[in-house]
């Protein structure tokens, strides 16, 4: 599998799509086991995100930076940088930090890691916008 292909099944994968264990902050895709996402534990020390709005301005003002990994087989791929808010009851893409934007590439992956279903309405309340590609 090519890298393209392999973010091809990611950018058109549904949540179903996935076999998802929290304990393990692991995901599987069902059609294909070697592909899968790993979301390594947060350190509420050392990941604390702080300085811009749109992940503080929520009843509870902690943000956490969260890095998902991933993986084809045992080979590394790629890193989704996102952000946990409000107390973790969202995690949103990390934006472009002027236009508050993020890619359609960034929404989907976000789609498929939201557990909550919290993420349209926490990238409304914090005012993301997809930006379209020409």
């Known amino acids: 599998m090519t890298y393209d292909e392999l973010m ?23 059609k294909d086991l070697n592909i899968r996402i790993e979301r390594p534990d947060i350190d509420h020390d050392t990941d604390k ?16 930076r969260v890095v998902y990994e991933i993986y084809y087989g045992a ?13 973790h009851r969202a995690t949103l893409p990390l934006p472009n930090r002027q236009t508050l934007t993020i890619t359609r590439k960034q929404y989907r992956f ?8 919290t993420l ?15």
């Open 75 to 87: 080979s590394f791929v790629e890193e989704m940088f996102m952000v946990s808010v409000d107390g």
């Open 49 to 64: 995100f702080s300085g811009e709005e749109w992940a503080t301005e929520h009843p509870d003002p902690a943000a956490y």
């Open 110 to 117: 976000a789609k498929i890691v939201d557990q909550l279903g």
């Open 8 to 30: 091809s099944v990611i950018d058109t994968s549904q949540q179903d799509d996935w076999i998802f264990s929290d304990e393990r902050g692991k995901y599987t895709y069902k």
């Open 120 to 134: 349209d309405e926490y990238m409304r309340r914090a005012g993301l916008e997809v930006k379209e590609c020409p």
